[in-house]
Structure formats: C-alpha cells, structure tokens
T-cell receptor, first 111, second 114 residues
Framework: GQNIDQPTEMTATEGAIVQINCTYQTSGFNGLFWYQQHAGEAPTFLSYNVLDGLEEKGRFSSFLSRSKGYSYLLLKELQMKDSASYLCAVRDTGGYQKVTFGTGTKLQVIP | NAGVTQTPKFQVLKTGQSMTLQCAQDMNHEYMSWYRQDPGMGLRLIHYSVGAGITDQGEVPNGYNVSRSTTEDFPLRLLSAAPSQTSVYFC?????????????FGQGTRLTVV
C-alpha cells in the first residue's frame, strides 16, 4: 500500500518562494504527481516525476528523491491566485498502476 | 472537447434513497475512476475500470456499485444512501498505457445525505 504525508496548511507572502513537501512510503513506485486544486473546483495537473531530480515548468518546479521517498513542489514569485490546495499523488507498480493521493496542503498567499 | 463530464453538480438525498452519479469522457481513455473527497482525508479511490466490462474496487468501495458497458461512461451507484456518504465525488480518466499521463478530472458532484 501507500502512505503519503504532506503538511496540512502553509502561508506565504505574495512574491515570495514556498516549498511544499511530500513524503511517501510505498510497496511499489511508478511516479509522483502534483495537482493544484482551487476551492470548489477539480484538481488540475501540475507536474510528474519518475526519476530523481528537479523538473522545472515556469514558476513551478518539482523535485524527487526516490531513495528518500521525498518530493517537493517549489512555487516561485507567488501570486494571489496560487492560493489553493496542492495534492501529492503516487502511482504504484501494480497491474493497473493505481494512484493514491495525499491529503493535500492548503496554501494561503497573503499580500 | 468536453473532457470529463459529471452530472449532477449538486444533489441532496434522504437516507435510504438510491441514485446514480453520471460520468462521461470523450477522450477514448481506457482507465476511469471514482474518488470521494472529504475534509482532511484527501481523495480516496472508490472504484476503477480499465476498460469496458472490467471494474475493480478501490480503498472505500462499500455502499457503491459501478459498471462499465462502454468506453465513454462510468456511472457510480449509491445503493442506499447514508449520511456517511455525504462528500464531493470526482470522476477521472486517463489512458492506461502511458505511465506518465496525468488524470483528467470532472468538475465534481457535491452530495449531501440527510
């Protein structure tokens, strides 16, 4: 099975940088996803990591260390619209590669 | 391109009533799944399907049934609604043969059981 941990809430200032951590314990690993979810809306895809290292996509970057069972999402130049929940999700190696979600980190960006 | 469409968006049921949440996708995705999202619990997998005629249970399947008669549709049935099933339900789809492909989510159904 999968066990995924994320901080429940974080607050950061507009224009700053924030790092959201995710640790996981899994019986099989086949990739880690980050999703963004605004209140009352569906999750939307941000990033995917399957190999160790940093993936950069504009203001957002995601890092993975498979040996440590650790990932983080880095948000730069924070904007008010970045206030949302950020969900870490791990795909397993089973036949149908099910995805398990963490409980999410609610980020509040303040002026 | 509509993506994943869920209906209804909101629903109130009385305890013991049954209903079906509808989910349809037009991307020809083999893999479809249903999640429920509760405060502090994250998204939890209810049932999933990897193609027409193939379904399997997720981590919280009790009280729910699914079927997959076509690639496009994956309805979720609540057999006898209970207050514990008050939640937001999301349907998602993705191709089954590409591991790095993200899931596409519907807009959710907000269900209240009184």
């Amino acid at each position: 099975g999968q066990n995924i941990d994320q901080p429940t809430e974080m607050t950061a200032t507009e224009g700053a940088i924030v790092q959201i951590n995710c640790t996981y314990q899994t019986s099989g690993f086949n990739g880690l996803f980050w999703y963004q979810q605004h209140a009352g809306e569906a999750p939307t895809f941000l990033s995917y990591n399957v190999l160790d290292g940093l993936e950069e996509k504009g203001r957002f970057s995601s890092f993975l260390s498979r040996s440590k069972g650790y990932s983080y999402l880095l948000l730069k130049e924070l904007q008010m619209k970045d206030s949302a929940s950020y969900l870490c999700a791990v795909r397993d190696t089973g036949g149908y590669q099910k995805v398990t979600f963490g409980t999410g980190t609610k980020l509040q960006v303040i002026p | 391109n509509a993506g994943v469409t869920q209906t209804p968006k909101f629903q109130v049921l009385k305890t013991g009533q049954s209903m079906t949440l509808q989910c349809a996708q037009d991307m020809n995705h083999e893999y479809m799944s249903w999640y429920r999202q509760d405060p502090g619990m994250g998204l939890r997998l209810i049932h999933y399907s990897v193609g027409a005629g193939i379904t399997d249970q997720g981590e919280v399947p009790n009280g729910y049934n699914v079927s997959r008669s076509t690639t496009e549709d994956f309805p979720l049935r609540l057999l006898s609604a209970a207050p514990s099933q008050t939640s937001v339900y999301f349907c998602a789809s993705r191709p089954v043969d590409r591991a790095n492909t993200e899931a596409f989510f519907g807009q959710g159904t907000r269900l209240t059981v009184v």
